[in-house]
């Protein structure tokens, strides 16, 4: 990741489990509080920025064990800060987060998730992106889509990010979705800047845009001609990933 990242790791069982830390040591640090297999939670001091309290989560499949996981955010959750708990939480709310298998049922899994939520004032901002982070990979009337990763935040952390919302990003060498919260506003984007992101290339239209933006007439020598194009390209690119975010459906 480059001298700049600093990490901590919770390692896994064999092939299971495993929870990786990174951030960026020159513009923030972060502390361990409490860690167990299925949460790693931490203070975040983002250098002249405050501080945050960020719970990583890997939630355990049994319902038994899982409330050990609520006891340990629910032990952290009373201090006064920007709270913010996300990762794989293995458990779904409604049926709203399911697709395919077996109909959702209110059991006792998804209501001792949904108490511990409203007991600690973690909220759900919504999401753009693909509907469900987790598939299980098979096809036809055996496909299972669900809602597994979650990203909740507590009132305090509400009220100091700006228009809060949670990013599913494409499954690529995953069953799972990566899901991204931006809690700071990008100094760049004001200044109209526009990166090119390695994910685009996993959605097929890319290869087609490019091809378009290639196949036009751009006045000027064979330098300027090739970074007309590559401004073009990534332009086209940008505005067809902002337009397809808000209506995505994926699955």
């Known amino acids: 990741m480059g001298d700049d990242w600093d990490f901590y790791i919770y390692p ?33 001091n983002i250098f002249n920025k405050g501080e945050w309290m960020i719970a990583t989560v890997y939630g355990n499949k049994d319902v038994m064990k899982r409330r050990e996981l609520w006891s340990n955010l629910d032990e952290m959750s009373n201090r006064k800060l920007p709270f913010i708990v996300g ?17 959702f049922v209110f059991s006792q899994g998804p209501k001792e998730m949904a108490d511990f939520l409203n007991m600690n004032d973690l909220h759900d901002v919504g999401f753009v992106g693909q509907k469900y982070t987790w598939c299980n990979n098979k096809s036809g009337g055996d496909r299972i889509l669900e809602r597994l ?15 809060a919302v949670v990013r599913h990003l494409a499954r690529i060498a995953s069953d799972h979705c990566p899901i991204v919260l931006k809690i700071l506003n990008n100094p ?12 685009w290339i996993s959605f097929k239209a890319s290869s087609f845009i490019i091809q378009r933006v290639w196949r036009r ?17 990534l332009k086209d690119l ?11 459906s994926l699955d």
């Open 217 to 233: 007439n751009f006045q000027g020598n064979d330098m300027e001609v090739f970074n007309k194009k590559c401004r073009s390209a």
């Open 87 to 103: 990762g794989y939480f293995n458990c779904i709310l409604s049926q709203d987060d399911k697709r395919g298998g077996r109909k």
């Open 149 to 163: 990763d979650r990203c909740f935040l507590n009132s305090i952390s509400i009220n100091k990010i700006n228009n």
């Open 238 to 248: 940008f505005y067809w990933i902002k337009a397809r975010i808000k209506d995505f």
């Open 12 to 44: 896994s069982k064999g092939l299971l489990g495993g929870v990786l830390i990174l951030w960026k040591a020159d513009i923030a640090s972060f502390s361990i509080l409490k860690e167990d297999d299925q949460c790693i939670i931490g203070d975040l």
């Open 188 to 199: 760049f984007q004001k200044l109209g800047i526009i990166k090119f992101e390695d994910v």
